[in-house]
């Protein structure tokens, strides 16, 4: 003996979608939230000055022109069921900086990702 149930009801499926759909638009968010939280500290100047007068970045580099500090930037990726925040530094010297002993452009990004989770993950799920 088997029983076999086949559901029908198209309200039930359109909740489901739409709690779906819910879900997705509220990890995109928090993506968007814990990007732009990187973005905001990697641009940041602390306030300690270098001996030439120049602000320095938290990765203890200083930006003349501003132009590696404007490239940092994030987007959200979005693959099915799988949301990514992708946070990169465009300018071309970003990864040679990067690379040097003592500099960091998008250094401190996983803990910044982690506070930004722990900031507004509680707030966007109860909404």
């Known amino acids: 003996m088997g029983l076999k149930l086949k559901i029908e009801d198209t309200t039930w499926r359109a909740e489901l979608k739409a709690?779906?759909?819910?879900?997705?638009?509220?990890?995109?968010?928090?993506?968007?939230h814990i990007g732009k939280e990187i973005v905001n500290y990697a641009r940041s100047k602390p306030g300690a000055k270098k001996a030439d007068g120049r602000l320095e970045h938290p990765g203890h580099w200083a930006d003349v022109t501003g132009h590696l500090a404007n490239s940092i930037?994030?987007?959200?990726?979005?693959?099915?069921?799988?949301?990514?925040?992708?946070v990169q530094a465009t300018m071309e010297y970003a990864a040679e900086l990067d690379a040097k002993t003592g500099y960091s452009v998008l250094g401190g990004a996983e803990k910044i990702a982690r506070d930004a989770i722990r900031k507004y993950a509680p707030e966007i799920i109860r909404s």
């Open 19 to 32: 709690q779906k759909m819910a879900l997705m638009v509220k990890t995109r968010l928090l993506a968007e």
């Open 73 to 86: 930037q994030s987007h959200v990726a979005e693959d099915g069921l799988k949301v990514t925040t992708v």
